[in-house]
């Protein structure tokens, strides 16, 4: 699992318009349909939310809350001390 995407490299998957609002939920569901469509896949750890702020040119607090909703969906899961990693949901959460 020491598959990694750093800030730049997940930034130019993403390609999301600037203007998009609320720019969070828009994050949020691209980086779903990449996990979804098989672009990003499972089990590659995702930059910090630091990393991926700087690189989008937003704050951190936008790239939480992003994460904090893809973590709800089921589509990443963190640990403490290890980062986040994508994931599928499992089939009854799907959503």
């Known amino acids: 699992m020491d598959r990694y ?6 930034a130019r998957l993403l390609a999301i318009d600037p203007g998009a609002k609320p720019y969070y ?8 349909s990449l996990i979804l469509d098989g672009r990003l896949p499972v089990r590659v750890r995702v930059p910090a939310e ?4 700087e690189a989008l040119g937003v704050s951190r607090t936008t790239v939480t809350s992003a994460y904090d909703r893809l973590r709800e969906q089921g589509y990443l899961e963190s640990r403490q001390g290890a980062g986040s990693w994508t994931a599928l949901p499992d089939a009854g959460s799907l959503g």
């Open 5 to 10: 995407l750093s800030g730049v490299q997940l």
């Open 25 to 32: 939920r828009t994050l949020a569901a691209t980086v779903r």
């Open 50 to 53: 630091r990393h991926l702020a």
